[in-house]
């Protein structure tokens, strides 16, 4: 059955393609974009594949652009995926404190405060569906991504206990969490330690930042999107499936012995 589907984060990756995949099945699509650049892209790109898709502007930042896209498509939509997110990189004992916050405000108070919206609207109906792009990363660290890494937990703890609060209401809440994929997003996020770190005046070791930014930037340890973008395709519109959507299936068993390793790792002297 056909769906209207709202996808934060469209401009480009994983929403991009998921996106377009979607409305190539049938659904009604509003992917929305943080800029106008992006939006006159998706709409070029959408006359030249032929796709019929809705393309608005939503900068998670701009109180209007919330406001427009709840007042347009608030009593429309069936299924809401907040797949828009931001991050900063660097080390957590010296990267400044705002440059947290500013990873905060998407990804999880920005991300939150358009669920409420939505939420309350698909509890009037008693039916909807919220699902979230979080990450691998919402239960599993990597060096250096400390901000990206903090936010999505704290967006899984919350995400959690909102499933468990709205549990009989007829709204549906769950997550994907995509491993690590080749978008470029990785790579853009990994290069903005470089707009403050000064190996003269911090004292954190930057080979080893370096050594973590090539990994990313040869994509030795990235798959490729388009198994994420179809995994997306799938679970999106469905009508049942697991609360947490991890893909792909591989990188359970090394969150598994990560968390295990947390039990028993030792620290001091």
Not at 37 to 45: A, D, E, G, I, M
Not at 254 to 264: G, M
């Amino acid at each position: 059955m056909s769906k209207t589907i709202l996808i934060t984060g469209a401009g480009s990756g994983l929403g991009e393609g998921t996106a377009f995949g979607l409305a190539k099945l049938g659904h009604k699509v509003i992917a929305t974009v943080e800029n106008w650049p992006q939006r006159t892209y998706l709409l070029n790109k959408a006359k030249e594949e032929n796709v019929d898709i809705i393309i608005e502007k939503l900068d998670y930042l701009n109180d209007d652009d919330i406001d427009t896209i709840v007042r347009k498509y608030g009593d429309l939509v069936d299924i809401i995926n907040l797949n828009a997110a931001t991050g900063e990189t660097g080390p957590v004992a010296e990267i400044p404190v705002k440059r947290i916050k500013n990873v905060f405000e998407v990804n999880v108070f920005k991300t939150i405060e358009i669920a409420q919206r939505f939420a309350k609207l698909f509890v009037e109906k008693k039916k909807g569906k919220i699902i979230f792009t979080s990450s691998i990363a919402g239960f599993f660290t990597f060096e250096f991504l400390g901000p990206y890494v903090a936010s999505k937990h704290a967006l899984e703890g919350l995400v959690q206990t909102m499933q468990i609060e709205l549990e009989g209401t007829g709204v549906t809440v769950a997550t994907i969490n995509p491993g690590p994929f080749s978008t470029g997003f990785n790579h853009r996020m990994y290069d903005t330690v470089d707009q403050w770190f000064d190996p003269e005046a911090n004292f954190s070791n930057p080979d080893a930042i370096k050594k973590v930014q090539e990994l990313f930037a040869t994509g030795g340890i990235e798959f490729d999107p388009q198994g994420m973008i179809d995994y997306m395709i799938e679970k999106i519109p469905a009508d049942k499936h697991k609360f947490r959507n991890v893909y792909p299936d591989d990188v359970l068993k090394d969150v598994n012995d990560y968390q295990a390793l947390l039990w028993e790792k030792e620290v001091g002297e």
